[in-house]
Nanobody, 123 residues
Framework: QVQLVESGGDLVQPGGSLRLSCAAS????????MGWYRQAPGKQRELVAVISSGGSANYAASVKGRFTISRDNARKTAALQMNSLKPEDTAVYYC?????????????????WGQGTQVTVSS
């Protein structure tokens, strides 16, 4: 019904930059929060950044000042600009969206996840 597709993951050297994109499609009435999460091998998935429909953003302390989340409501996309990358940023990055969908006459708010994109920071 709703699909999220991430792109932009790559191998990059420490100190480098990368931009991740997330595109939502399907039977979407509106999107509330959109966020980026990451999961490194052997670790729990953690929130990296979240942005509201109005553009208010919050970040994990570990990425504050280095990463910037943005969104385009008309295109139903979100992006994560990652600068000054560190080896500790290596992980699979996932896009998550709180989506309002219509099921028959009713409207529901549901969470959807993308498939993930690999970011590797290494020299």
């Amino acid at each position: 019904q709703v699909q999220l597709v991430e792109s932009g993951g790559d191998l990059v050297q420490p100190g480098g930059s990368l931009r991740l994109s997330c595109a939502a499609s399907g039977s979407i009435l509106s999107i509330n929060d959109m966020g980026w999460y990451r999961q490194a091998p052997g670790k729990q998935r953690e929130l990296v950044a979240v942005i509201s429909s109005g553009g208010s953003a919050n970040y994990a302390a570990s990425v504050k000042g280095r990463f910037t989340i943005s969104r385009d409501n008309a295109r139903k996309t979100a992006a994560l600009q990652m600068n000054s990358l560190k080896p500790e940023d290596t992980a699979v990055y996932y896009c998550k969206a709180e989506v309002v969908v219509r099921v028959g006459p009713d409207r529901f708010r549901r969470d959807y996840w993308g498939q993930g994109t690999q970011v590797t920071v290494s020299s």
